[in-house]
């Protein structure tokens, strides 16, 4: 696991669309695992003003998200679907066809699941998979006790998560109570992880991460499991550390 130390957001969002587009601009083709929160949002706005004036293609990238609410129509302002649209997406060239999301709206959920992991492994797997820590470590929206070897499932979210997305929505009843989300398992399976730490809300998630004990209650401490970890993190994040 790399930790990359940087002063604060600013600095991790442009080390980050420098991984990224490093990633981007030397494959000559690309499965790119992507997240949402407000996290990656600074570092989506830099690939997009990349693309404006550099014009770094995206033609040869496909992506696949992390997770998606179910329930939400995928042209509602909080779902996962619109968020990427909207922050990313419509405002690059990646071909429509090769953009992947969680079904949140299918009849047979479980066979979404099955089909989202299929459609994954279609694509050869994910090369790279940015993430984003919730404050109880959760990573895509794999809450703590989900095993380690978990695919793409359906998932209850707990209330703390609930409450920290509800500043998206009017109020927190309208903030689902399940979501579709890759599994650890899934995302373990990426060949490279990069994972954006920024605030002092995430300082003791990070703390905890960087002890190094294993254990299923705090899903990010999967990623000890890893070969390739790049960490980039801010000093309000790394201040118990
Ligand atoms: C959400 C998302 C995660 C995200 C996490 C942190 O619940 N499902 O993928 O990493 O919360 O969000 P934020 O970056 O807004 O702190």
């Keep these: 696991m790399q930790i990359i130390r940087v002063e604060d ?7 980050a669309t420098e991984i990224l587009l490093d990633r981007i601009r030397t494959a000559e083709k690309l499965v790119l695992g992507l997240a949402t929160g407000s996290t990656p949002v600074l570092t989506y706005q830099y690939l997009v003003k990349d693309h404006q004036e550099n014009q770094t293609s995206y033609q040869h990238v496909t992506s696949f998200n992390l997770d998606e609410y179910i329930g939400l129509p995928v042209e509602d302002p909080n779902s996962y679907h619109t968020f990427m649209d909207h922050h990313l997406f419509n405002h690059i060239d990646i071909p429509r066809e090769q953009i992947f999301l969680p079904n949140g709206l299918a009849d047979n959920q479980q ?5 989202y992991e299929k459609q994954i492994q279609n694509h050869g797997g ?4 940015l993430l984003g820590i919730g404050s109880n470590g959760h990573i895509g929206f794999n809450e703590p006790g989900t095993p380690f070897d978990s695919a793409t499932h359906i998932v209850d979210l707990a209330e703390s998560t609930r409450k920290a997305n509800a500043r998206f929505f009017d109020s927190i009843e309208e903030v689902p109570k399940q979501a579709i989300t890759m ?3 899934s995302i373990l399976r990426s060949k490279e992880i990069l994972l954006l730490v920024s605030g002092e809300k995430k300082s003791k998630a990070l703390a905890r991460l960087l002890e190094k004990q294993v254990d299923s209650q ?4 999967a990623l000890h499991h890893h070969a390739h970890v790049t960490i980039v993190a801010d000093k ?6």
């Design 9 to 15: 957001y600013e600095d991790i969002s442009k080390k």
């Design 111 to 115: 066979q979404a699941c099955i089909d």
């Design 126 to 129: 994910i090369d790279l998979q």
């Design 183 to 185: 599994g650890i398992g």
């Design 218 to 221: 705090f899903p990010a401490s």
């Design 236 to 241: 309000a994040a790394l201040q118990y550390t």
